[in-house]
Nanobody, 127 residues
Framework: QVQLVESGGGLVQAGGSLRLSCVAS????????MGWFRQAPGKEREFVAVVRWSNFVTQYADFVKGRFTISRDNAKNTVYLQMNSLKPEDTAVYYC????????????????????WGQGTQVTVSS
């Protein structure tokens, strides 16, 4: 089991950038696929991006492709989400999550694939 703590959220103007970090406790972080999800008020939690533990391959939701970049540093037990060209519709609470096993990317886009969640960090983009 790992415990996850996100940071880096805040208020930014449209077109700006933020980098979210998620630090994991526990010695097994490097064996977890790590994902970012977000949840806006009144909406369901949705997939943003995921990075594999084994080969660092990534996958993104269509609405963030070309703007967001997920990365991980196993030596620091940290996964990042670099967010550029932010839009007001990116406003949400962002969560990192960890998944064990050998799931396909289709499954990793679902919240049910993840057994460990952080508490979330608020991102607000003003127009």
């Amino acid at each position: 089991q790992v415990q996850l703590v996100e940071s880096g959220g805040g208020l930014v103007q449209a077109g700006g950038s933020l980098r979210l970090s998620c630090v994991a406790s526990g010695r097994t972080f490097s064996s977890y696929d790590m994902g970012w999800f977000r949840q806006a008020p009144g909406k369901e939690r949705e997939f943003v991006a995921v990075v594999r533990w084994s080969n660092f391959v990534t996958q993104y939701a269509d609405f963030v492709k070309g703007r967001f970049t997920i990365s991980r540093d196993n030596a620091k037990n940290t996964v990042y989400l670099q967010m550029n060209s932010l839009k007001p519709e990116d406003t949400a609470v962002y969560y990192c999550a960890g998944s064990t096993g050998d799931a396909g990317f289709d499954y990793l886009a679902q919240t049910s694939a993840y057994s460990n969640w952080g508490q979330g960090t608020q991102v607000t983009v003003s127009s």
